[in-house]
């Protein structure tokens, strides 16, 4: 059995020295049918006084709403974790440390037929997006090995989108994950991902894609129980345009898990220094040889060969 996290951990932490020093928040969510689902990231990064600030939703037979902004302004406060710009409202409360956490957002997304697009000319519809959404602790929070300052809790999600006209009364499940530290996004290729199967079985794990380094993380969390420390994860995948994966075959230890993208909402990321990393996110529908099936959502970092 993995640690615990301290709930103290669910507060902002102290910015170290390093330019690129980050605190990120992560909430994902999907309806247990793969009709609609969705992702935000808070990103802190006090040292090049900005935050980055992403939302998303997809689904099955849905085209891609996405809000990325990379120049946020800081909230005054150190412990906030409300940002207010122009068109975009949020704020992300810990109602229960490691237990329940509240999120609302109002914003301007753009709304996209192929979601390669944010690679490039980023042009779409303007679509008003709306959160007012709570992910609830379901099971344990897992915490990572001791140096690396980070922790997922599977959550069950439920509340209100607003799309648009439309109005999605939101229940399902997710993920959400607190990590802070150095993050170079333009150096390491990894792929992190989280499900949960339809016999109530959790799951996450993380490894790195870079030849000659080996490393991987992450649990098994059976029905009712607590996470259980996964000893390797290993992912292959097919690639489509624009680097977007395909085909997705996961093994967690003796659990492979045949992964379907139901949606993408990627991200392009430029570092000071103008060099570009591409970031695939997508909700993922789950099958298991014994016939379970589920959903999640998916990432890979793809830095500048």
């Known amino acids: 059995m993995a640690g615990r996290p301290d709930p103290r951990d669910e ?11 980050n605190e990120s928040y992560y909430f994902d969510f999907a309806a247990d049918d793969g009709s609609v689902g969705g992702y935000v990231r808070i990103g802190f990064y006090p040292n090049l006084d900005t935050i980055w600030y992403w939302a998303c939703v997809v689904g099955r037979d849905r085209g891609l709403v996405t809000v990325i902004d990379h120049e946020v302004p800081l909230p005054s406060s150190e412990q906030s974790l409300e940002i207010r710009t122009t068109g975009l ?159 997705i075959h996961l093994q967690l230890d003796d659990l492979g898990v045949e992964a379907e993208p139901l949606g993408w909402a990627p991200v392009l990321l430029v570092d000071p220094e103008g060099r570009e990393s591409r970031f695939p996110r997508g909700m993922i529908a789950l099958t298991v040889p014994d016939g379970r099936r589920g959903m999640g959502w998916i990432e890979f970092n793809q830095p500048p060969v």
Not at 11 to 21: I, K, Q
Not at 128 to 141: M, R
Not at 143 to 154: A, C, F, H, K, T
Not at 164 to 177: L, V
């Open 11 to 21: 507060r902002r932490h102290p910015a170290g020295p390093e330019p690129l020093w």
């Open 89 to 247: 409202w949020a704020d992300h409360t810990c109602e229960t440390p490691l237990e329940h956490f509240s999120l609302g957002l109002e914003a301007f997304g753009v709304g996209l037929d192929d979601p390669a697009e944010v690679y490039g000319r980023f042009h779409g519809a303007q679509v008003p997006i709306g959160f007012d959404l709570e992910w609830e602790t379901d099971g344990e929070a897992f915490l990572y090995p001791p140096g690396l300052d980070r922790y997922e809790v599977p959550c069950i999600v439920h509340g209100e989108i607003l799309l648009g006209a439309e109005t999605i009364e939101f229940s399902g499940h997710g993920q959400r994950d607190h990590s802070w530290g150095v993050r170079d996004w333009w150096t390491p290729s990894w792929c992190w991902n989280a499900g949960w199967l339809d016999d109530g079985t959790r799951f996450h794990a993380v490894t790195l894609l870079t030849p000659g380094l080996d490393w991987s993380v992450g649990y098994v969390q059976p029905p009712g129980g607590v996470p259980d420390p996964i000893t390797g994860f290993s992912v292959e995948h097919t690639v489509g345009d624009e680097g977007i994966p395909q085909e």
